[in-house]
């Protein structure tokens, strides 16, 4: 007499691996291009010719054309830069304020930034500008 072993059917398992993999990928990619974008506010800097350039991790403000402000890269409005710079200065009261202007802003809103980041306990400041002489 025959006799006929009887078999599990093999379960369905799916390999997790090549999608776990793709998922990294697309992480790293998104990582990378996070860090590698430029702030949202256009900024077109004056022109100078004795400009050097200048590497250090400042504190950067951004003033664009239309008078809008960014404080590393967040947009603020003046009322909180106040704020959020003295919050920065009670952490590390060295710190050098670096101040990218527009060429086409009044000058009265520039001051007017210089004033804030004073009141707040700035004492050295960088103006950024672009080098006509080129690099």
């Given at each position: 007499?025959?006799?006929?072993?009887?078999?599990?059917?093999?379960?369905f398992?799916?390999?997790l691996?090549?999608?776990?993999?793709?998922?990294?990928?697309?992480?790293?990619?998104?990582?990378?291009?996070s860090?590698?974008?430029k702030?949202?506010?256009?900024?077109?800097?004056?022109?100078?010719?004795?400009?050097?350039?200048?590497?250090?991790?400042?504190?950067?403000?951004?003033?664009?054309?239309d008078?809008?402000?960014?404080?590393g890269?967040?947009?603020i409005?003046?009322?909180?830069?106040s704020?959020?710079?003295?919050?920065?200065?009670?952490?590390?009261?060295?710190?050098?304020v670096?101040?990218?202007?527009?060429?086409?802003?009044?000058?009265?809103?520039?001051?007017?930034?210089i004033?804030?980041?004073?009141?707040?306990?700035?004492?050295e400041?960088?103006?950024a500008?672009?080098?006509?002489?080129?690099?």
């Open positions: 007499m025959i006799k006929f072993q009887k078999t599990e059917r093999d379960t398992s799916l390999d691996v090549p999608m776990i993999n793709i998922v990294f990928l697309l992480l790293i990619f998104f990582m990378l291009t860090t590698a974008m702030s949202a506010l256009g900024v077109d800097l004056p022109e100078a010719s004795s400009s050097t350039e200048i590497s250090g991790k400042n504190l950067v403000i951004k003033i664009n054309k008078g809008v402000l960014e404080l890269d967040q947009v409005n003046s009322e909180l830069l704020e959020q710079l003295k919050d920065k200065f009670s952490l590390n009261e060295n710190e050098i670096e101040i990218h202007a527009d060429k086409n802003i009044q000058f009265e809103l520039f001051s007017n930034i004033a804030l980041a004073r009141q707040a306990g700035a004492k400041f960088i103006f500008t672009e080098n006509t002489d080129g690099p």
